[in-house]
């Protein structure tokens, strides 16, 4: 047997050894940054179901990139043949070169360049080598064919299925080039070694054939090893630097979230491996409406997390409404929301806060606190409408904040000021519990969302009116007529997508209106969002008027959401009339209505259309 | 008294404009450009459920008015001028924090 | 606007004679009807317009008259007492509508002209889908239209029964109606609430409607003049009293009336049990936050524009009022020769600015129709 060696080999090894020495560091940092209760979980996790559950989500995510497929399935096909392609050129390399060497442990070089050291039937066993090769030309084809795609969404973005693609820096831009590179460059040295020997599969064998009929492939045959040991080394070298560190970080993301770790504040590096894992994929630039309304302001995701990553500060990091959408769009499933809120630093604002709406509150026994958070008093329509639903349902009830002096805490936390946040909360927590009311129902999304997941109020229920009106109905509590009319359903972010609440608002709508309304969780932004504390109102005005036209172009009578500040940032932009749910279910509310008939003329609560 | 605003308040509430240096309010204008459009209608005061607003930023310095913020935003709904009024008390936070040691 | 429910307003509603308007008889028409040549057009019957015909008609200019309601008399029809002086709407009325009988003049009621378009020197009037007229030139005196104050959500009109706007609240006196609380007693207080859909970005208004300050003092007077023990308070962010009478008028609501006038522009207003209402302000002259809880909440609304939309011809209606090509020196419509604007739908005005600005178009417009015809000569 020959010597399995040539020198061109170094090249590709120091290159590979830096992203290797780099992974194996940065897994040890990853694991060493944990909470001491993550790395308890990491420790059971290792040895539960949930490992075969990890391994399982990265072949389907790493490799095949199944979500990706399921959002835009022309870019997923761009992703699946680069990752699952190369996977599979890799793995068949290593399998044939075992075979033939019967040697496990050879070193990785010998199954990149095998077909440099066994262009032909040099070695036993050599009728297998047919098969082999044209496996091997079937993948490398693949893989070609997603590079074509990756080129053509790097300067026709539109033709994969994408508004926009990120913008890259220098250094990624270095290492795209060597990706690109790659398989050609593989191409060539394969074809012409096999032409050289008059070997090799459909796509080598005869590219192979023509090199041998314009010249003599021979000579040319080390010089271009080289080339593709050079293109490797380069890249492998720029890995750990670029968007494709995401590579060997993203399956170590899925085992570590599969474990239960999650980002949070006491364990910092588990945010950097969401990082590392942003694959710089773009798929969360289309899902921000700000890439509408604020062309060139990189606020997006992809720039947020490439710029943590590199330790900038984040651009317009404030500016970015934390609605979400680029969260669930996410195929990598990197934890946006939670990680931008972290970003948001405390200045120190609210703590120590004497709300005077908290006392006196206490004593008032009854079954249902409502409480209609801050905002919903800038939009009296919607407390109103509540006034009468409790009163119709028969209900023993207590309007807790009827001063508009209470705060759920969420507002503070959205801002970054968690402290201040967590002490409201623990005033509030003890407030609603001894009222001793077995139900709170909250107007505002932004107060249930908060009260639903960080509140502890052990015995008592947290319900947005939605839900509770949805109860009702289907208890019989209250009856409402049909409207005839059709209405479009405005999913407010913290409701739908912040907190899953997609079926009640379906349900009451649905028996309201003839509209088909089903939610999916994949609602758009008012703009009116909390979150993005930095923007101006006429952008958010912009946003609000962009989603206002898609959600209205089948021309509903009406638009229904269930959010005050939905409602308030809907209506300066829309000629349609916009209700909160609260509104039209009080508005068609059957049997003993107290409600007078406001106007005539009119077909829904008498607005009639900017009169 | 001199104020972070670099207003001098005396103790007969005067306020000295001759004094005034207007650095602190001009740096946080170039991050919050509306905050000058004030017109101290008192809007978002009356709607804070703190009773605060961001009219207390406005005039002269009174810091506890911001530390109990809720950052709730009513004040951004009411406000007749479009100011940002959120965006507003997180500055004015921030250069307190960065005025803190300097002044 | 649509007429409100009125539930603790007690109706005294009569009909009154001189509001008639112009389907009566009862004045003589005067001017012999002289051939004439050209024809002008007149959109809109309030005081601008009628000003406007007057002037016309004077100047021996025929008239057609294209009113959307059924009587003349714009939004005066509404109205109980004129600032400053108090005279009763009903006698403005007259004195305005007396130079409307004219034998040149051609009344066109119920006819709503949504466009007008310029061709080759004459202009169509249209209707919704049908040409209603044409003229050698158009005067439009389309007035402004009320801000529409459910779209400021958190004062509660159209939600809450105790609150009203100005307007409705001049149709309160107009028709004689009685504001009781909610014991059907006298109200102990009522708050007057400035800049409602005027200066406020909120609802995209940049612009100072210059009249509801001087309305809310104007009304503040004639409900303590009607219920002596009721408190009254108006809100205001700026007092702007500009007109003749109108400084003085403010400093009678304060001195002889003791109208409380408080420097805060009131952010919300919710409903206590009783059906009162709560409203939330600051003092800003006090630097304190205030409550305070009233009867009666009566929103001093603004004036939106109303032309653009003819203007345009697309029914549309932007926020800010059409402005003239040389607004300083005229009234003309750019890019359409031989149109003019008269009254409120140039911007806001009283209503001797608008008998002004209606007088002022007609002879603009008598101006171009000579230049017109000399020059075609
Ligand atoms: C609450 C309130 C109180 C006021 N009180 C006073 C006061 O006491 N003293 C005072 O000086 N001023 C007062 N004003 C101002 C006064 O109302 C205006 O100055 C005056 O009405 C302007 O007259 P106008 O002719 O321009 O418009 P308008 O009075 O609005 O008249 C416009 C007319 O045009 C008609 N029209 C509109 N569109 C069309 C169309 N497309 N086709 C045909 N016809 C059309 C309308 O039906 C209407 O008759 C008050 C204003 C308000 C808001
Ligand atoms: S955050 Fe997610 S969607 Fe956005 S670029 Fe990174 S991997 Fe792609
Ligand atoms: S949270 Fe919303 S606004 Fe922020 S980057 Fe994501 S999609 Fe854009
Ligand atoms: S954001 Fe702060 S200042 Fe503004 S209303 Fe809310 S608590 Fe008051
Ligand atoms: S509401 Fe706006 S304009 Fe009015 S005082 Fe507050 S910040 Fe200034
Ligand atoms: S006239 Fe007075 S109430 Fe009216 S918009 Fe101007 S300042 Fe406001």
Redesign the pocket.
């Known amino acids: 047997m020959e010597k399995l060696f040539d020198p061109f080999v170094l090249l590709f090894t120091a290159g590979f050894s830096v992203t290797g020495i780099w992974f194996i560091y940065k897994v040890y940092r990853w694991l060493a940054g944990l909470s001491s209760a993550d790395r308890s979980l990491v420790f059971h996790g290792v040895f539960s179901a949930r490992l075969w559950k990890a391994l399982i989500e990265t072949i389907s995510e790493s490799l095949i990139h199944r979500k990706v497929f399921s959002r835009n399935p022309r870019l997923g096909y761009m992703h699946m043949s680069l990752a699952f392609g190369w996977f599979m050129l890799i793995l068949i390399g290593n399998i044939e070169s075992t075979w033939y060497t019967g040697d496990l442990f050879k070193p990785i070089y010998v199954s990149v360049f095998w077909r440099f050291f066994d262009p032909g039937p040099a070695f036993p066993r050599a009728a297998w080598q047919p098969g082999f090769a044209f496996i091997m030309d079937l993948f490398l084809l693949l893989v070609l064919s997603g590079l074509l795609f990756a080129i053509v969404k790097r300067f026709r973005s539109r033709l994969v299925g994408l508004k926009r693609t990120t913008r890259q820096q220098p250094v990624d831009r270095l290492a795209l080039t060597a990706l690109w590179l790659i398989f050609p460059a593989r191409l060539i040295a394969e074809s012409m070694t096999c032409g050289a020997h008059g070997t090799g599969s459909f796509l080598t064998g005869t590219l192979g054939h023509l090199f041998s009929f314009a010249f003599s492939p021979s000579p040319l045959v080390l010089p271009t090893w080289w080339f593709y040991s050079f293109i490797l080394s380069s890249f492998f070298f720029l890995l750990p630097f670029t968007r494709y560190a995401h590579i060997p970080s993203e399956p170590v993301l899925i085992f570590l979230r599969r474990f239960g770790v999650r980002v949070s504040i006491e364990s910092p590096s588990f945010t950097d491996l969401n990082l590392h894992a942003c694959s710089s994929c773009g798929i969360c630039l289309d899902a921000c409406q700000l890439s509408e309304v604020m062309p060139g302001k990189q606020v997006q995701s992809n720039y947020f997390n490439r710029a943590l990553r590199n330790g900038a500060n984040p651009p317009h990091q404030w500016d970015c409404l934390l609605c979400g959408r680029c969260g669930s769009a996410c195929p990598v499933g990197v934890e946006l929301i939670p990680i931008r809120q972290l970003q948001r630093p405390d200045t120190g604002i609210g703590r120590g806060l004497q709300l005077p709406g908290l006392v006196g509150k206490n004593g008032h026994k009854v079954t249902i606190l409502y409480f209609a958070g801050c905002m919903t008093h800038l939009t009296p329509g919607i407390i109103s409408s509540m006034r009468k639903i409790f009163d119709q349902s028969g209900a023993s009830w207590h309007f807790f904040d009827a001063d508009g002096q209470n705060c759920c805490g969420r507002p503070l936390k959205l801002a970054g000021q968690t402290q201040a946040a967590s002490e409201l909360k623990k005033k509030l927590e003890q407030d609603f519990l001894r009222s001793g009311a077995g139900l709170l129902v909250t107007s505002c999304p932004i107060c249930f969302r908060i009260f639903n997941e960080e509140y502890r109020l052990p015995g008592m229920r947290v319900l947005h009116h939605s839900q509770y009106i949805s109860e009702l109905l289907e208890w019989k509590r209250i009856k409402v007529g049909p409207s005839g009319l059709s209405a479009a359903y405005h999913e407010p972010c913290e409701l739908g997508r912040g907190s899953g609440i997609l079926v009640e608002p379906g349900l009451v709508i649905r028996s309201l209106f003839h509209s088909d309304v089903t939610p999916s969780g994949e609602g758009l932004c008012c703009g009116g969002s909390l979150g993005g504390v930095a923007l101006e109102p006429e952008v958010r005005k912009a946003v609000a008027r962009g989603a206002a036209e898609q959600l209205t172009v089948n021309h509903p009578d009406v638009l229904i959401t269930a959010c005050p500040l939905c409602k308030k940032t809907f209506k300066p932009v829309t000629s349609i009339p916009v209700q909160d749910i609260a509104e039209a279910t009080a508005h068609y509310l059957i049997a003993g209505s107290s409600m007078p008939e406001r106007r005539k003329s009119t077909k829904v609560l008498g607005y009639e259309i900017n009169k | 008294m001199k104020t972070k605003f670099g207003f001098d308040i005396h103790d007969n509430r005067q306020i000295d404009l001759d004094l005034e240096d207007t650095r602190f309010a001009d740096e946080v204008a170039v991050v919050v450009k509306s905050w000058k459009a004030c017109m101290k209608c008192g809007a978002c005061v009356g709607t804070c459920p703190v009773g605060k607003g961001v009219l207390n930023l406005t005039g002269i310095n009174y810091q506890p008015a911001l530390t109990t913020c809720l950052m709730c935003g009513k004040c951004l709904l009411v406000c007749p001028r479009g100011i940002n009024t959120r965006h507003l008390i997180l500055e004015v936070m921030n250069k307190y924090r960065e005025y803190g040691k300097a002044v | 606007m649509m007429p409100r429910e009125k539930p603790y307003i007690k109706s005294n509603r009569q009909e009154i004679p001189a509001f008639a308007g112009m389907t009566s008889d009862a004045q003589p028409v005067t001017g012999n009807r002289q051939p004439v040549t050209v024809r002008v057009a007149v959109?809109?019957?309030?005081?601008?317009?009628?000003?406007a015909v007057g002037a016309l008609a004077a100047m021996h200019i025929g008239v057609d008259w294209?009113?959307?309601?059924d009587r003349?008399?714009?939004?005066?029809?509404n109205?109980h007492?004129?600032?400053?002086d108090r005279v009763p709407?009903s006698e403005?009325f007259g004195q305005l509508v007396k130079g409307t009988y004219h034998n040149h003049i051609d009344r066109h009621l119920g006819?709503?002209?949504?466009s007008v378009g310029v061709n080759a020197g004459r202009i169509s009037l249209n209707g919704k889908d049908h040409k209603i007229g044409e003229a050698d030139a158009v005067i439009l005196?389309?007035?402004?239209?009320?801000f529409d104050a459910r779209h400021k959500e958190e004062f509660g009109y159209g939600i809450y029964k105790h609150v009203i706007?100005?307007?409705d609240?001049?149709t309160v006196f107009a028709d004689g109606d009685k504001l009781l609380n909610v014991n059907g007693s006298a109200p102990a207080s009522v708050a007057f609430v400035h800049c409602v859909g005027s200066r406020d970005e909120q609802v995209g208004v940049s612009y100072c409607?210059r009249?509801?300050c001087?309305?809310g003092i104007?009304?503040a007077i004639q409900i303590r003049r009607e219920y002596r023990e009721t408190r009254v308070y108006n809100f205001y962010i700026d007092m702007r009293a500009f007109?003749r009478g109108y400084e003085e008028l403010y400093r009678e609501a304060q001195e002889n009336h003791g109208v409380r006038f408080i420097r805060g522009r009131v952010s919300e207003a919710s409903e206590d049990e009783q059906g009162r209402i709560r409203v939330k302000a600051e003092d800003t002259l006090m630097s304190r936050p205030i409550k305070l809880t009233v009867d009666w909440l009566v929103l001093?609304?603004?004036?939106s524009p109303?032309?653009s939309?003819?203007l345009s011809g697309k029914g549309e209606r932007e926020k800010s009022f059409t402005n003239a090509e040389n607004p300083l020196t005229g009234s003309a419509v750019k890019g359409q020769p031989g149109v003019f604007l008269?009254?409120?739908?140039a911007g806001?005005?009283?209503?001797?600015?608008?008998v002004a600005?209606?007088r002022s178009a007609a002879v603009q417009a008598a101006e171009y129709l000579n230049k017109k015809n000399g020059n075609s000569e």
């Open positions: 959109v809109g019957g309030g005081p601008a317009g009628m000003a294209y009113e959307k309601e003349v008399g714009g939004k005066l029809n109205y007492q004129l600032f400053p709407a403005a006819k709503a002209i949504t005196a389309t007035g402004f239209d009320f706007t100005s307007a609240l001049e409607s009249l509801c001087i309305t104007k009304q007109g001093l609304i603004g004036m109303s032309c939309a003819v008269a009254g409120c739908c806001p005005m009283s209503i001797p600015e608008s600005s209606g």
